[in-house]
């Protein structure tokens, strides 16, 4: 079974701190890694996803993702963060066709 | 195009009774997932249905049971509710499932009393 491990539970940094957030799953397979955002009330969007190709994905709102197979590790990198990237953000794993399995997330509060 | 649809948007039950959530996916798309989340649990996966037949299942006890129409609308369906059950229940559609990904709907919040 696929698992995903998010370090951080809570992250707090100023506004134009660099952002590094950590996530690491366990599957041995070829495997699709996703992450998404949740602002405060609203519903999941995708940030970005890697199924293939450059390990290095760029994704919406100016954020990126590495994917480092030998690590399995699909860490999250933004270089300026703003206020208003506070939100929750969650990384989820799949392969081939089977479902999602997400981290427990990691909260995101940026003071102005 | 529209999103991802679920009615209704709140929904407050009483202890044992029974409740069915409604999700419409985008068009096109043929997966149709369902999670729950809590805070203490965060995202936890429901079951997955493509092309009206359930492909996924996860661990959650046969009072939880959901199906899928032709037009890929999907239904999930609590049965003598617990107030454990209380939860934000999102659903997620996607084309085929897998690389493809998944767009969440804004979820239904039900509250068991």
């Known amino acids: 079974a696929q698992s995903v491990s998010q370090h951080n539970h809570h992250v707090i940094l100023s506004e134009a701190a660099s952002l590094e957030l950590g996530c690491n799953y366990s599957y041995g397979g070829t495997v699709n890694l996703f992450w998404y955002v949740q602002y405060p009330g609203q519903h999941l969007q995708l940030l970005l996803k890697y199924f293939s190709g450059d390990p290095l994905v760029k994704g919406i709102k100016g954020f990126e993702a590495e994917f480092i197979k030998s690590k399995f590790s699909f860490n999250l990198r933004k270089p300026s963060v703003q206020w208003s990237d506070t939100a929750e953000y969650f990384c989820a794993v799949n392969s081939g066709y089977s479902t999602l399995t997400f981290g427990k997330g990691t909260m995101l509060l940026v003071s102005p | 195009k529209a999103g991802v649809t679920q009615t209704p948007r709140y929904l407050i039950k009483t202890r044992g009774q029974q409740v069915t959530l409604s999700c419409s996916p985008i068009?096109?798309?043929?997966?149709v997932s369902w999670y729950q989340q809590t805070p203490g649990q965060g995202l936890q996966f429901l079951f997955e249905y493509f092309s009206e037949t359930q492909r996924n299942k996860g661990n959650f006890p046969g009072r939880f049971s959901g199906r899928q129409f032709s037009n890929s609308r999907s239904e999930m369906n609590v049965s003598t509710l617990e107030l454990g059950d209380s939860a934000l229940y999102l659903c997620a559609s996607s084309l085929e499932g897998g690389k493809y990904g998944y767009t969440f709907g804004s979820g239904t919040r039900l509250t068991v009393v």
């Open positions: 068009s096109g798309h043929r997966s």
